[in-house]
């Protein structure tokens, strides 16, 4: 190859880098990087297009539309609410007995990361608050002990015999027996006096 055919070469390279970088940047407005996101020009029913066109400021995108609350966002009271039965004064969280208590350290600690905080559905793993509410799959404290203890490597949950104790799976139980119940809301228990 001569020495001209590979200029050339490089002025083409060039000439395509700099063609595309311009007409990356043709649609811009100046140097003002705050210009208004491009509206959706999707064609629109002509029943409903005069009502949208004066409700809406053809200048700036519209806002995305929250989803509707899930069954998570439901079981957590908002800030300010009374507090439930049974919640300690004082706002130390809800009055658990001492195994709950010991229960809710034992799940933070080995259930959360997969079944969801505060037992919380989780897209992860089972719903525990369907599992353990009465007449669920898992109601009674054999079944979810041996659950708990044997696992279910088919479905991707480990043994925990190696990890927890009887009593430790017992305690967990009780907690989110209590929680299925709807008996301990969501949050960290007030530490019962010992």
């Not at 020495?3 to 100046?30: D, E, I, K, P």
């Not at 507090?83 to 195994?99: C, E, N, T």
């Not at 203890?149 to 088919?154: A, L």
Request: aromatic share 6%.
């Amino acid at each position: 190859m001569s020495m001209s055919a590979n200029y050339a070469g490089m002025v083409a390279v060039a000439f395509l880098l700099g063609f595309t970088q311009t007409a990356c940047n043709s649609g811009a407005r100046g140097t003002d990087d705050t210009a208004a996101a491009p509206i959706d020009s999707a064609p629109r029913d002509t029943a409903t297009a005069p009502i949208e066109a004066a409700q809406s400021d053809s200048t700036v995108a519209t806002q995305p539309t929250p989803p509707p609350p899930s069954e998570a966002q439901r079981d957590t009271p908002p800030a300010g609410a009374a507090q439930p039965s049974g919640q300690a004064a004082g706002g130390g969280g809800p009055k658990v007995s001492q195994i709950e208590y010991e229960g809710w350290r034992q799940y933070s600690v080995n259930c959360a990361r997969c079944h969801g905080q505060d037992v919380l559905p989780n897209p992860v793993a089972a719903n525990l608050l369907v599992s353990l509410a009465p007449g669920g799959p898992m109601a009674t404290s054999e079944t979810f002990f041996q659950v708990v203890n044997e696992g279910r490597p088919e479905r991707g949950m480990p043994a925990f015999k190696s990890i927890m104790t009887p009593d430790q799976i017992k305690a967990t139980y009780a907690y989110v027996k209590g929680r299925a119940e709807k008996r301990i809301p969501a949050g960290r228990p007030a530490s019962p006096p010992t």
